[in-house]
C-alpha cells in the first residue's frame, strides 16, 4: 500500500531535550516535506526537499532541522524543543511538486513540548 | 510574496444543502492551485487541483471547484452535502517548491 509513515505518533517531551521524528514514504517520490499545523494558521511548511541531499527552508525553519540522506527517509530533528513547538507535524511526499503532482500526507505527529 | 486567504473560518450547512468554500490568493504568475481535506483525527487528502486548462475542475466525493483570474480565486462547491463532508478543508497554492495553506475553513453539517 503506498503511504507515508510518522513516528511516533504521539510524543509529550521536556524543553531541551533532543528528539527526532521520523517520516518515510514507499512510493519513490523526489519531493519530501514537512509541515506544522497550528489553530487558525493552517499548515505552515517548515523545510522540503526535492531530492536526496537536497534540502531548503519552509516559512517557519527556526528551532528545527532536517536531512535526506536517502530518498525514502526525512527525518525532522528539533535540538533544543521550546514549548512553542507544541503543535501538530505532518509529513508529506510527491513524485514531484512542479507539475501539479497530489502531495500525499502521513497521518500526523502530535507533539507537546512542557 | 504569495498568500491564500480562507475568508470564512467556519461554515454550518445542512445536509443536502449546497456548499461553497472561499480562496482568494495573491500570486505573480498563473498558480498551481488545491483544495485539501482533512477529516477529524486525520492528515490531510486531496480534493482536487488546477494549473491549466478547463477553469472548472471536478474532484473527488463530488466537488468541483472554479479557478477564476479576474477575481484572484478559486472558490470550493458541493451541490449537496453530505453528513460526512464535515471536515476541515484546505486552500493552497504552489510555487517554487513551497506549498502554501490557507487558514482553513471547518465545516459543520446538521441534519
Known amino acids: 500500500e503506498a503511504q507515508v509513515t510518522q513516528n511516533p505518533r504521539y510524543l509529550i517531551t521536556v524543553t531541551g531535550k533532543k528528539l527526532t521524528v521520523t517520516c518515510s514514504q514507499n512510493?519513490?517520490?523526489?519531493?519530501m516535506s514537512w509541515y506544522r499545523q497550528d489553530p487558525g494558521l493552517g499548515l505552515r511548511q517548515i523545510y522540503y526537499?526535492?531530492?536526496?541531499?537536497?534540502?531548503d527552508k519552509g516559512d517557519v525553519p527556526e528551532g528545527y532541522k532536517v536531512s535526506r540522506k536517502e530518498k525514502r527517509n526525512f527525518p525532522l530533528i528539533l535540538e533544543s524543543p521550546s514549548p512553542n513547538q507544541t503543535s501538530l507535524y505532518f509529513c508529506a511526499s510527491s513524485e514531484d511538486l512542479t507539475d501539479g503532482y497530489e502531495q500525499y500526507f502521513g497521518p500526523g505527529t502530535r507533539l507537546t513540548v512542557t | 510574496a504569495q498568500s491564500v486567504t480562507q475568508p470564512d473560518i467556519h461554515i454550518t450547512v445542512s445536509e443536502g444543502a449546497s456548499l461553497e468554500l472561499r480562496c482568494n490568493y495573491s500570486y505573480g504568475a498563473t498558480p498551481y492551485l488545491f483544495w485539501y481535506v482533512q477529516s477529524p483525527g486525520q492528515g490531510l487528502q486531496l480534493l482536487l487541483k488546477y494549473f491549466s486548462g478547463d477553469t472548472l475542475v471536478q474532484g473527488i466525493k463530488g466537488f468541483e471547484a472554479e479557478f477564476k483570474r479576474s477575481q484572484s480565486s478559486f472558490n470550493l462547491r458541493k451541490p449537496s452535502v453530505h453528513w460526512s463532508d464535515a471536515a476541515e478543508y484546505f486552500c493552497?497554492?504552489?510555487?517554487?517548491?513551497?506549498?502554501?495553506f490557507g487558514a482553513g475553513t471547518q465545516v459543520v453539517v446538521t441534519p
Open positions: 512510493m519513490n517520490h523526489e519531493y
Open positions: 526537499s526535492m531530492n536526496v541531499e537536497v534540502t
Open positions: 493552497a497554492v504552489y510555487s517554487w517548491g513551497k506549498l502554501q
